[in-house]
């Protein structure tokens, strides 16, 4: 189920708790929670309604401009039930506390038992060490450079970082990806001595819903953080080019939720 990124940030936010949907048939359940750029996000209803019947506040609680703009995002496939579905944010995703947790040996030696089953099972042979090493030596590069660096292609990559994702082992960036603090320990478990890594940036990272243009141009003038970008005003911003209105607003967005705002606001 896909939700774009201003719905998402509502959702979090408590101003959105519908969706609506054309499905042949439903695509989700009560109780299922969608990992999402902003978190969890968790289904609390799922039923069909005639889209005649719908109302301007399942519009207001949707997200919609207004009732006929809900209906005319319904209106596509018209031969599909329609279905409102109940949504509410669930909390932060559990990953990112796995992330965080940094492994003693008992745990790097099931970790690695986990990565050699993977490599066991994967019709190109052994891939998860060298991944995890060129994530390591390569941070915030884009997947297509990293995939071409070692002859794959893209999507199958990226695939294979999802997986190791799933571990707490990967994050992944605005553009490209990093090791978790533990994928660091399980890579530094392997070698004769830890790697020499330069510092993590400290701040809140750039949402990834702004897009690559505007990441790539706000990583020129080295803002990486959100509190970096609070440093500039929204006029500044919409100058750069790649920052466009979309980005502005949701940074505007994830600044909101740290208590920060743009410069001279």
Request: proline share 7%.
């Amino acid at each position: 189920m896909m939700i774009r990124a201003a719905e998402l940030a509502a959702i979090k936010a408590g101003t959105i708790d519908l969706a609506f949907r054309r499905w042949a048939r439903p695509r989700v359940v009560v109780g299922t929670r969608l990992r999402t750029a902003v978190g969890l996000v968790e289904v609390t209803s799922v039923e069909e309604v005639d889209a005649a019947t719908l109302t301007e506040d399942d519009a207001r609680r949707a997200g919609a401009a207004s009732l006929a703009a809900l209906r005319e995002g319904l209106a596509a496939r018209p031969d599909d039930p329609a279905w409102r579905i109940g949504v509410a944010y669930a909390g932060p995703d559990p990953r990112e506390l796995l992330r965080a947790a940094v492994p003693d040996a008992e745990e790097v030696a099931a970790i690695n038992a986990r990565l050699d089953r993977l490599d066991a099972a994967s019709p190109i042979g052994p891939w998860t060490r060298a991944t995890l090493d060129l994530i390591d030596l390569n941070p915030g590069v884009r997947a297509p450079e990293l995939a071409a660096q070692v002859g794959r292609e893209t999507q199958d990559f990226k695939k294979d970082v999802r997986k190791l994702k799933e571990l707490g082992l990967t994050e992944s960036l605005a553009i490209g990806y990093l090791l978790s603090p533990r994928g660091e320990a399980v890579v530094d478990a392997g070698l004769p001595e830890p790697r020499q890594r330069a510092p993590r940036e400290q701040g809140t990272p750039l949402p990834r819903t702004i897009g690559a243009p505007a990441t790539r141009a706000l990583r020129a003038v080295g803002a990486t953080t959100l509190e970096q970008v609070a440093t500039y005003s929204a006029d500044q911003l919409a100058a750069m080019h790649g920052v466009g209105p979309i980005a502005i607003t949701r940074l505007r967005e994830a600044m909101a939720e740290q208590g920060l705002r743009y410069a001279g606001e």
